[in-house]
């Protein structure tokens, strides 16, 4: 009997890389990260798919706020340095956050 589990291998991962399948494993979320550098958010702007968690690092030197504008997600206390904060966004919708310290920090997470 021939063996078909690597083309199977490689069918399940063409599909994941099109779209057709998540790229994390069965249960687990995936997550993304976005720093917080230089007064910063980077990436400003993250598309991502729902169930994704996406996590915040502060890598400033001064505290800094994750704030959803709108209030349609959970916003962070103040984070010191090295400190971090994670959203699971579950819904698909624009999700626009701001640092409440210091207002010119803005980014968004696109959920699809």
């Not at 599909?15 to 910063?40: C, Y």
């Not at 919708?93 to 210091?102: K, P, V």
């Amino acid at each position: 009997m021939r063996r078909r589990w690597p083309l199977l291998g490689a069918l399940a991962i063409a599909m994941a890389v099109s779209g057709f399948l998540p790229l994390h494993a069965a249960g687990a979320a995936a997550t993304v990260k976005v720093q917080i550098r230089n007064f910063a958010f980077s990436p400003k702007v993250l598309n991502v798919r729902a169930g994704t968690r996406v996590a915040w690092s502060n890598l400033d030197e001064e505290p800094h706020t994750v704030t959803s504008a709108g209030a349609l997600f959970r916003s962070s206390a103040a984070l010191d340095t090295g400190d971090g904060y994670a959203v699971t966004f579950s819904r698909p919708g624009t999700y626009a956050y701001y640092c409440s310290i210091h207002p010119m920090m803005v980014g968004t997470v696109v959920v699809k």
